[in-house]
């Protein structure tokens, strides 16, 4: 996760307010497949996972998603973590698609590199976005080759939208809809960082998960028991760090590298003038880390993409997707992707 972002001219901005949540339907009717896939890298394996109706093996291209985490976090808190209203994951398989999730290198149940089993400051950073890209298209491929179709969905998270956004615009023609949730723009500050990799306790998360909600409303929007259920699913996926005293997540700083190489100087890491797929920018007001008026100077450089839409949540953060509003990222997203939209690009 980072730092500071975006809103722009001719956008569509949908302002949704508080809901309550349906009650979600139950996962026994879902398949639910977890696989390691070889990253291009040698000795790289990617964990995936998918889940998809029970007793359906076959989708259409514009049925199938990709998800992707972004700095800090592994995706399967992001986007499996059973909290009031269902798993998102599942919101979307219930819908009838084939919905993945892929952890880049260094991050949850993926191979971490061998210098995160080292004191940080004895390597260089690992894992950024370029290698990032590199695992993404690994996923993707997979994907491909085993639904037999040439074009999918993707959906990034934070940093995650650069190394979707990225793949996108490398490879336009294998991607139908890009989703960019919290999406990450030019000026965002480099935090202070040393060697391959940072490690995060309870304590130290709490104030950025949280960072822009309204104190007097902390514990209503993001409630306590809450929280900790998704931090204890983040040191589920991360033994090493959670055998520390005190308990951590090990992320890797390959991200805090590009932050001051490319971001915080004014470079992107890829062309948004690239991208030629129907895009999606989504992002709470409350957002602090990237913050509007970065979505909205992203959304005026996808001059290319066959459609542009910008979508402006109330009452939500940077973490929307484990609040109380969560539902209505969840629902907006499905929205967009069940729309029916023009061939992608050839």
């Given at each position: 996760?980072?730092?500071?972002?975006?809103?722009?001219?001719?956008?569509?901005?949908?302002?949704?307010?508080?809901?309550?949540?349906?009650?979600?339907?139950?996962?026994?009717?879902?398949?639910?497949?977890?696989?390691?896939?070889?990253?291009?890298?040698?000795?790289?394996?990617?964990?995936?996972?998918?889940?998809?109706?029970?007793?359906?093996?076959?989708?259409?291209?514009?049925?199938?998603?990709?998800?992707?985490?972004?700095?800090?976090?592994?995706?399967?808190?992001?986007?499996?973590?059973?909290?009031?209203?269902?798993?998102?994951?599942?919101?979307v398989a219930h819908a009838?698609?084939?919905?993945?999730?892929?952890?880049?290198?260094?991050?949850?149940?993926?191979?971490?590199?061998?210098?995160?089993?080292?004191?940080?400051?004895?390597?260089?950073?690992?894992?950024?976005?370029?290698?990032?890209?590199?695992?993404?298209?690994?996923?993707?491929?997979?994907?491909?080759?085993?639904?037999?179709?040439?074009?999918?969905?993707?959906?990034?998270?934070?940093?995650?939208?650069?190394?979707?956004?990225?793949?996108?615009?490398?490879?336009?023609?294998?991607?139908?809809?890009?989703?960019?949730?919290?999406?990450?723009?030019?000026?965002?500050?480099?935090?202070?960082?040393?060697?391959?990799?940072?490690?995060?306790?309870?304590?130290?998360?709490?104030?950025?998960?949280?960072?822009?909600?309204?104190?007097?409303?902390?514990?209503?929007?993001?409630?306590?028991?809450?929280?900790?259920?998704?931090?204890?699913?983040?040191?589920?996926?991360?033994?090493?760090?959670?055998?520390?005293?005190?308990?951590?997540?090990?992320?890797?700083?390959?991200?805090?590298?590009?932050?001051?190489?490319?971001?915080?100087?004014?470079?992107?890491?890829?062309?948004?003038?690239?991208?030629?797929?129907?895009?999606?920018?989504?992002?709470?007001?409350?957002?602090?880390?990237t913050p509007p008026d970065?979505?909205?100077?992203?959304?005026?450089?996808?001059?290319?993409?066959?459609?542009?839409?910008?979508?402006?949540?109330?009452?939500?953060?940077?973490?929307?997707?484990?609040e109380k509003n969560r539902?209505?990222?969840?629902?907006?997203?499905?929205?967009?992707?069940?729309?029916?939209?023009?061939?992608?690009?050839?």
């Open positions: 996760m980072l730092n500071k972002l975006l809103i722009a001219p001719s956008l569509c901005i949908a302002l949704v307010g508080c809901a309550s949540s349906p009650k979600p339907r139950g996962a026994s009717d879902l398949t639910t497949e977890t696989f390691m896939v070889p990253s291009v890298d040698p000795g790289i394996e990617l964990h995936v996972r998918n889940k998809h109706p029970a007793g359906q093996t076959s989708f259409a291209a514009e049925r199938i998603l990709l998800m992707v985490h972004g700095a800090t976090f592994p995706s399967e808190t992001g986007f499996d973590l059973d909290l009031p209203g269902g798993s998102w994951m599942e919101h009838g698609f084939d919905v993945y999730f892929v952890d880049v290198r260094g991050y949850g149940r993926s191979t971490r590199p061998a210098a995160m089993s080292q004191p940080p400051e004895n390597n260089p950073p690992v894992a950024d976005t370029r290698e990032a890209v590199r695992d993404v298209s690994a996923a993707v491929e997979f994907i491909l080759k085993r639904r037999s179709v040439s074009s999918i969905n993707l959906l990034g998270w934070s940093w995650g939208t650069t190394t979707m956004a990225g793949y996108a615009a490398e490879y336009p023609a294998k991607v139908r809809k890009l989703v960019l949730y919290a999406p990450v723009w030019l000026g965002a500050p480099p935090p202070p960082y040393k060697g391959a990799y940072r490690t995060a306790t309870r304590e130290s998360v709490r104030p950025f998960a949280t960072r822009g909600i309204p104190k007097e409303r902390l514990e209503e929007i993001n409630p306590t028991e809450w929280y900790d259920k998704w931090w204890a699913a983040n040191l589920a996926t991360d033994t090493v760090g959670a055998s520390r005293n005190p308990p951590v997540v090990r992320a890797p700083n390959g991200v805090l590298k590009d932050l001051g190489e490319y971001w915080a100087v004014d470079k992107s890491t890829y062309d948004p003038a690239k991208i030629q797929a129907a895009t999606l920018l989504i992002v709470g007001e409350w957002d602090a880390i970065m979505a909205q100077e992203l959304f005026k450089r996808l001059t290319a993409a066959g459609e542009r839409r910008l979508v402006l949540l109330s009452e939500g953060s940077h973490l929307m997707s484990v539902m209505h990222l969840i629902r907006e997203v499905q929205n967009f992707l069940e729309e029916p939209s023009a061939e992608p690009p050839r």
